[in-house]
């Protein structure tokens, strides 16, 4: 017997197919939107590996054998003792064998004293990348800082949420929702954009406060993100993934970073107390909760290539790093 079936429930069925058959495409969408910043890392990798090659030989050519004077005879062998120190010391840490190197200098009067490698020289991190995404919480390479105050805390997340950068992020997730009807009950066209950025917007200022200022004031943790800026690309890359899952405590000690799961967790969880009914599931709350974790981890890989981003493409200066210690 063929039961038939009431309009409610074939309005139902489909409404579920449809939601079935669009979900592996929107998660292909989130993919791309998380990757596009890996993927522009990627392709600068190559100028960037390039722009090493020459460092490398620099450092080199600084850490080889010095030669002596021949007035002093005398001192050879304190020289060439220091200058294999240095060249040994160059396969681990190029500061160490610059050290070592000035060291050698100073053993053999007479012996003009080295240059610092440009390895040394990296630049450093921008307040705003590109001048419109905030990168308040960067630190650059080698930079000293002391123990972030809680007052500290609140301002920079302060910063990420109310800055003029800001609005980039929101208004890019409220035209991607809007193209892809996330919520069908906010409509569409400019109405329908309006509701999707407020909600943008409310989204990313509560992720701000609770991963960068509630959470890490109760779990004394350092929010700042301090660039690696040596290593390979794969290195650095997964230096800064890294960071999604492990950061620094006030003591300086590695920690779980718990302020950016748990804090975005429950900035997550607030949001289904402005979204419609029909959104408040435990889905879509874990949807949000691991897309604000994965925003938050590839913003850590452009933040960790930015300052050689923006020397290969604007030529800006890259001070001396032991000046900023």
């Known amino acids: 017997m063929n039961a038939e079936i009431s309009l409610p429930t074939k309005h139902l069925i489909r409404r579920l197919y449809l939601r079935r058959r669009q979900s592996p495409i929107r998660r292909l969408v989130y993919f791309s939107v998380c990757s596009i910043p890996i993927v522009c890392a990627l392709i600068l990798c190559g100028s960037i590996t390039a722009q090493q090659a020459p460092l490398a030989a620099s450092l080199i050519s600084s850490t080889?054998?010095?030669?002596?004077?021949?007035s002093q005879p005398s001192d050879a062998f304190a020289s060439e003792s220091a200058d294999t120190l240095a060249f040994s010391s160059s396969a681990d840490d190029p500061s160490a064998a610059d050290d070592a190197t000035q060291a050698a200098a100073q053993a053999v009067p007479g012996t003009p004293a080295p240059q610092k490698s440009s390895d040394d020289t990296r630049a450093p991190q921008t307040k705003r990348i590109l001048g419109i995404i905030p990168n308040f919480r960067a630190i650059s390479t080698d930079e000293k800082l002391p123990a972030q105050s809680v007052k500290e805390k609140f301002v920079t997340a302060s910063e990420d949420s109310f800055d003029y950068s800001s609005i980039f992020i929101p208004a890019m997730l409220a035209g991607y929702s809007l193209g892809t009807n996330a919520t069908p009950e906010f409509g569409h066209g400019a109405v329908g954009y309006g509701r999707y950025l407020w909600h943008a917007a409310v989204d990313q200022t509560s992720e701000n406060y609770m991963v960068e200022f509630v959470v890490p004031a109760i779990t004394h943790e350092d929010t700042r993100y301090?660039?690696?800026?040596?290593?390979?690309?794969?290195?650095?890359?997964?230096?800064?993934?890294?960071?999604?899952?492990?950061?620094?405590?006030?003591?300086g000690r590695e920690v779980f970073n718990a302020s950016e799961v748990i804090g975005a967790g429950a900035a997550s969880g607030l949001s289904s107390l402005y979204y419609p009914s029909r959104e408040r599931s435990f889905g879509n709350t874990s949807k949000e909760w691991?897309?604000?974790?994965?925003?938050?981890?590839?913003s850590f890989v452009v933040k960790e290539f930015w300052p050689d981003i923006n020397h290969w493409l604007f030529h800006a200066a890259k001070p001396n790093a032991n000046a900023q210690q």
């Open 290 to 298: 691991g897309l604000d974790v994965g925003i938050d981890s590839a």
């Open 226 to 251: 301090y660039t690696l800026g040596r290593g390979g690309f794969l290195k650095r890359a997964g230096y800064a993934l890294s960071r999604a899952v492990v950061t620094r405590s006030d003591s």
């Open 64 to 70: 080889g054998i010095t030669q002596t004077n021949a």
